[in-house]
């Protein structure tokens, strides 16, 4: 990887990170209610769990909880940043 693309490249990882422990927080939370959740195949499930936090939180507070926007706040950074990262390291062979 070039030196350029590492700074977007380590901020992608960190968003990415970020999302994981949203959605896990997120699991947590629906388990502290009384959601059975499965954690052993929460990777696969995890955007069921997620719409089930929107779901639940907005039935009690009228918006989505601060986890969802979080999570969502995370994986568009993720993307964004793992995207420049693609684009930075491809302008670097040219």
Sequence with gaps: MSR???????LGIAS?????????????WLSARGVKVNWFFYRATMPWYVD????MTTELDGRPGPLF???LVAI???????LATLVLILAGRA
Excluded: D
């Design 52 to 55: 089930r936090y929107r779901k």
């Design 76 to 82: 568009a950074l993720a993307l964004s940043f793992g």
């Design 16 to 28: 990415a990170l970020w999302a994981a422990i949203a959605a896990v927080r997120m699991g947590a």
């Design 4 to 10: 350029v693309a590492t700074v977007p490249g380590l």
């Design 69 to 71: 926007q979080q999570f």
